[in-house]
């Protein structure tokens, strides 16, 4: 919370609630309006927490594949939650927990307790009043604290598992000062063949939105180019709002460009004086405005990075792909991810990966694209391409080292091959008994003694780090000896778990069983995906490898949409 000293905020004020609905079709991009809109209260001084809603039955999002849904982002504490919750962290710079995530799972089966437990006292348990009263105490909850939290629900209004979380928020806003609640409707705003902006889409959705007793204070009108005047004024007619409460959010080269858009737009402003705050904040010139700097930093040339995955879908490797760029930005250098199947790595990989600058293994389960993740290890390491392996990749490095260097014949994980000889890598001990699937892993933050004189060190700066983890398997401690003397070690480990390996005199080959993307920032790179991309730059040469007027030019040409 901001000081009186600075801000002359008065703590009495209590919490501020924005919610935002999306409406006409999902994938808008409510998360990053939200997110960016966080990012610029902040800047001003208030401390901003945000919940993401997710009218899914699913208690979490850990048993998810990721085509529906994207990554699975695992927090500090272990919860595995909507990659929502990763822009939220990214963009508010703030360590969330599994209680900043509602699911409609999570909700009915903690109501569903309390009436077996007898709690109701007899009475017919209904979703009006118990579930939107759970509903309503999980945002409290989740807000206490802080100044402002953000409330995002996913979907679209109209949707039937969305209804309890609408009528809750209708509730929500009844109980308390109408100063302290803010309604925010982000919705389509298309061209017609003619070139002409559409509001028809976004009167439906907000009679959608006031037919179930909600009226939007803020409309964002999600669109190629920003809005004409008179389509903002066409929206404030006949959305019964004031033309001054409609906000363009138009495609930008960077979804880091967005709180830029959104302060060019002076959506923060009107949110700050409709709470009340204007006065409170820190004046303008006196903000924060290091966002800013970092990304809009002029980048000097670019590199490509192989994605060796098995997903082919960004949003699966959402956080990886964040964390190079992070990475860029403290270095001066776009980094342009090469996404490559790795199902068709298993017959051939060198006409793939042999104009690439570096080459990521991220994390993964099951057998689908294993052969061909270990077949880019092997390229990497054989020819000197800076590498990094993640949490699988990790696992498969150690394999590959096993198979080819230390000639054991057959080796691989036990996840993969229930009758291998050499099962390098193996099920954790405290799994042998696990038989449910969610929220079983070794989840979350734990802390890695990080030996001295290392890369690792070197990397971290440290003896130690934490960071995230997400996993069943580990390298079987009856391996250990065969890897004493070896240039390949373990220069990380957290009792008898090993969990960072390097390769001696190569110029960059690093493996983590744990996730160092999650903790990525904008300002604040992670130390293994810097490393990275600083070994690439040095192997490349200070010129940026391929950076070329044509590629230069492609880049500034390409829109980001979300």
């Given at each position: 919370m901001p000081t009186e000293s600075d801000t002359h905020y008065d703590p009495e004020l209590g919490n501020k609630f924005i919610f935002v609905t999306g409406g006409v079709m999902s994938g808008l991009g409510k998360g990053i309006t939200a997110a960016s809109t966080g990012r610029l209260l902040k800047n001003a001084g208030f401390d901003v927490t945000a919940v993401k809603i997710d009218p899914y039955l699913n208690v979490d999002a850990g048993t998810m594949n990721p085509y529906q849904h994207g990554e699975v982002y695992v927090l500090e504490d272990g919860g595995e939650v909507d990659l929502d919750l990763g822009n939220y962290e990214r963009f508010l710079d703030v360590d969330m927990t599994s209680d900043h995530n509602v699911t409609t799972g999570k909700t009915y089966q903690h109501v569903i307790e309390k009436e077996r437990a007898g709690d109701y006292l007899g009475k017919t348990v209904q979703i009006i009043p118990h579930?939107?009263?759970?509903?309503?105490?999980?945002?409290?909850?989740?807000?206490?604290?802080?100044?402002?939290?953000?409330?995002?629900?996913?979907?679209?209004?109209?949707?039937?598992?969305?209804?309890?979380?609408?009528?809750?928020?209708?509730?929500?806003?009844?109980?308390?000062?109408?100063?302290d609640i803010l309604f925010v409707h982000v919705t389509l705003v298309p061209y017609s063949k003619n070139g002409e902006q559409k509001t028809k889409p976004t009167q439906h959705s907000v009679k959608e939105v006031r037919s179930i007793g909600l009226q939007p204070d803020v409309i964002v009108g999600r669109c190629e180019d920003r809005l004409e005047p008179e389509?903002?004024?066409?929206?404030?007619?006949?959305?019964?709002?004031?033309?001054?409460?409609?906000?363009?959010?138009?495609?930008?080269?960077?979804?880091?460009?967005?709180?830029l858009m959104v302060e060019d737009e002076g959506l923060d402003q009107y949110v700050l004086e409709?709470?009340?705050?204007?006065?409170?904040?820190?004046?303008?010139?006196?903000?924060?405005?290091?966002?800013?700097?970092?990304?809009?930093?002029?980048?000097?040339?670019?590199?490509?990075?192989?994605?060796?995955?098995?997903?082919?879908?960004?949003?699966?490797?959402?956080?990886?792909?964040?964390?190079?760029?992070?990475?860029?930005?403290?270095?001066?250098?776009?980094?342009?991810?090469?996404?490559?199947?790795?199902?068709?790595?298993?017959?051939?990989?060198?006409?793939?990966?042999?104009?690439?600058?570096?080459?990521?293994?991220?994390g993964g389960f099951g057998m689908r694209g294993s052969e061909g993740k270990i077949r880019a290890v092997q390229y990497a390491r054989e020819n000197d391409v800076p590498f990094?392996?993640?949490?699988?990749?990790?696992?498969?490095?150690?394999?590959?080292?096993?198979?080819?260097?230390?000639?054991?014949?057959?080796?691989?994980s036990a996840e993969m091959d229930e009758e291998t000889p050499h099962p390098v890598i193996d099920i954790l001990p405290e799994q042998y008994e696990v038989e449910e699937m969610g929220g079983t892993m070794r989840l979350g933050g734990h802390t890695t003694v990080i030996e001295p004189?290392?890369?690792?060190?070197?990397?971290?700066?440290?003896?130690?780090?934490?960071?995230?983890?997400?996993?069943?398997?580990?390298?079987?401690?009856?391996?250990?000896?065969?890897?004493?003397?070896?240039?390949?070690?373990?220069?990380?480990?957290a009792g008898n778990r090993m969990e960072i390996l390097e390769l001696e005199g190569h110029p960059y080959f690093l493996g983590t069983q744990f996730h160092p993307e999650y903790t990525s920032r904008p300002g604040q790179p992670s130390p293994p995906f810097l490393g990275l991309v600083e070994a690439v730059l040095e192997e490349a040469g200070t010129d940026g490898g391929t950076d070329d007027a044509e590629t230069q030019e492609a880049d500034a040409e390409t829109e980001v949409t979300y």
């Open positions: 579930v939107t009263d759970d509903i309503k105490r999980r945002i409290r909850e989740a807000a206490d604290g802080t100044d402002v939290c953000i409330v995002e629900v996913g979907g679209t209004v109209g949707d039937i598992e969305g209804m309890p979380y609408l009528e809750a928020l209708r509730q929500f806003a009844h109980e308390e000062d109408e100063e389509t903002k004024e066409k929206i404030a007619l006949f959305c019964d709002i004031p033309t001054e409460a409609v906000f363009s959010n138009p495609d930008v080269e960077d979804v880091y460009h967005v709180p409709r709470f009340g705050l204007a006065e409170e904040a820190l004046p303008e010139g006196e903000r924060a405005n290091d966002w800013r700097e970092i990304v809009t930093t002029e980048k000097d040339g670019a590199v490509d990075v192989a994605l060796v995955g098995k997903y082919d879908l960004e949003d699966a490797y959402m956080s990886i792909h964040e964390s190079l760029k992070h990475a860029g930005f403290e270095l001066g250098i776009d980094v342009n991810v090469r996404w490559i199947h790795a199902d068709g790595m298993a017959d051939g990989y060198d006409d793939q990966l042999e104009d690439v600058d570096g080459i990521i293994v991220p990094l392996g993640l949490c699988l990749g990790f696992q498969m490095a150690v394999v590959e080292y096993a198979r080819n260097v230390l000639g054991l014949e057959g080796a691989h004189e290392t890369l690792a060190y070197e990397l971290y700066g440290d003896t130690s780090c934490s960071e995230r983890h997400r996993h069943r398997y580990e390298v079987n401690p009856e391996y250990f000896e065969h890897f004493e003397d070896e240039p390949l070690t373990f220069s990380g480990t």
